[in-house]
């Protein structure tokens, strides 16, 4: 265990609750594997973002700003009532920072009505006890959080050390799973940290992944032998979370291209606060079609169309959605002639891009 930290343990009742989500979650995602391996006709995965702004400016984001307002809770169950319709599987909620939106809980209660799973992407600074029972009560399913260093530095203040406090909490109280997702990469100080951070959220029950830095449009970046070396230790100590069918990343890790049809517009839909589809958070602009517009023929349309970025992608649950595609419907369509996208001067941006809060 690591110095001056603790492991808590949940009471009987948080646990019991605990096993009882797993288990009907689990129930809920082996079907959603089902339901996409039979059919090709609906989205199996959609980031949803209900807020833009973000507490926190990490140098190397490029996916908050410091000004807008919340999207207003019709609205996104408008949004959400059009992806259930879709057939959607899997919602999972992301920013900016989406525990600013102060509608949250009742977001997350829509999802689960429209019988779709509900995930959430946080940096974690608003989790208190009191927030975890309300996300509990809601029905929330998974909840990520990528932590950054151990200690904070001017480049993120996501460190070990600012979160672990929250994280206890999150080891007492939430009854839905966790993820910790840590980086490597250029940007990244100190390669070890991702080993550390990925130790204590094994030690706190929760499942781990790791994350590969990418530039601005999601390009590949390789590790150097040392960093590669800790990438597999950290997929080693995940090996509980459904990154072990994340083989591609490994390719990722040592620079090397990879084959696979990148399903986005089509079974992978990324839905930004003006509720417009767009391919995944690192190629905003295209289609860029409100998402009320968005038919079934596009979505067919981009199932077949081949993604210029696919070869050198670094984002992680694109590429384990498209596993389940990947034996089927060769890619052999161009993207559609469009206008250019137009710049997105409301959005900092700030150096290389990530993914995930
Ligand atoms: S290959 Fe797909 S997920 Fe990767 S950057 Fe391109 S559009 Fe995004
Ligand atoms: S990486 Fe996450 S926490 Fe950091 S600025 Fe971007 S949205 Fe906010």
Same mark, same amino acid.
């Given at each position: 265990m690591a110095e001056g930290t603790k492991v808590v343990r949940a009471s009987v009742k948080t646990r019991l609750r605990r096993g009882l989500r797993f288990l009907r979650t689990r129930v809920r995602e082996l079907r959603m594997i089902g339901k996409a391996?039979? =059919? %090709?006709?609906?989205?199996? /995965?959609?980031?949803?973002? +209900? $807020?833009? *702004?973000?507490? /926190?400016?990490? %140098?190397?984001?490029?996916?908050?700003?410091?000004? =807008? #307002?919340?999207?207003? /809770?019709?609205?996104? #169950?408008?949004?959400?009532?059009?992806?259930a319709d879709m057939g959607t599987s899997i919602i999972t909620i992301s920013g900016g920072e989406p525990l600013m939106h102060p509608e949250l809980d009742a977001v997350i209660g829509h999802i689960r009505r429209r019988g779709m799973i509900a995930g959430l992407i946080t940096n974690g600074f608003y989790l208190n006890r009191e927030r975890i029972e309300r996300l509990n009560d809601a029905g929330l399913e998974h909840l990520q959080i990528s932590i950054d260093n151990v200690v904070p530095d001017d480049v993120s203040k996501k460190s070990l050390k600012t979160l672990d406090g929250r994280l206890e909490m999150l080891s007492q109280w939430a009854v839905f799973q966790v993820n910790i997702n840590s980086v490597l990469g250029s940007g990244v100080k100190d390669p070890e940290d991702a080993l550390k951070i990925a130790q204590r959220a094994v030690e706190l029950g929760f %499942?781990?992944?790791?994350g590969i830095i990418h530039d601005n449009n999601g390009q590949l970046k390789p590790l150097g032998p040392h960093e590669q070396d800790i990438f597999e230790e950290v997929m080693e100590l995940g090996k509980r979370s459904f990154s072990r069918f994340n083989e591609f990343q490994h390719n990722v890790a040592r620079g090397k291209e990879h084959e696979w049809r990148c399903r986005s517009g089509s079974r992978y839909l990324y839905i930004c606060e003006d509720g417009l589809v767009h391919w995944c958070s690192q190629q905003r602009g295209y289609p860029g079609i409100p998402l009320a517009e968005?038919? +079934?023929? $596009?979505?067919?349309?981009?199932?077949? %169309?081949?993604?210029?970025?696919?070869?050198?992608?670094?984002? =992680?649950?694109? *590429? *384990?959605?498209?596993?389940?595609?990947?034996?089927?419907?060769? *890619?052999?369509? #161009?993207?559609?002639? $469009?206008? +250019? +996208?137009?710049?997105?001067?409301?959005?900092?941006?700030?150096?290389?891009?990530?993914?995930? =809060?």
């Open positions: 391996l039979a =059919s %090709t006709k609906h989205p199996i /995965l959609v980031h949803i973002i +209900p $807020m833009r *702004q973000c507490n /926190l400016a990490c %140098t190397y984001c490029n996916e908050f700003d410091d000004f =807008s #307002k919340p999207v207003p /809770l019709d609205e996104m #169950k408008k949004r959400l009532d059009a992806l %499942t781990s992944t790791v968005y038919t +079934p023929e $596009m979505r067919h349309r981009e199932y077949f %169309t081949e993604k210029f970025c696919a070869a050198r992608c670094t984002v =992680s649950c694109v *590429q *384990q959605v498209g596993i389940l595609d990947n034996w089927r419907g060769p *890619q052999n369509l #161009k993207p559609m002639q $469009m206008e +250019p +996208p137009a710049p997105q001067p409301q959005l900092v941006q700030i150096g290389q891009g990530r993914g995930d =809060s």
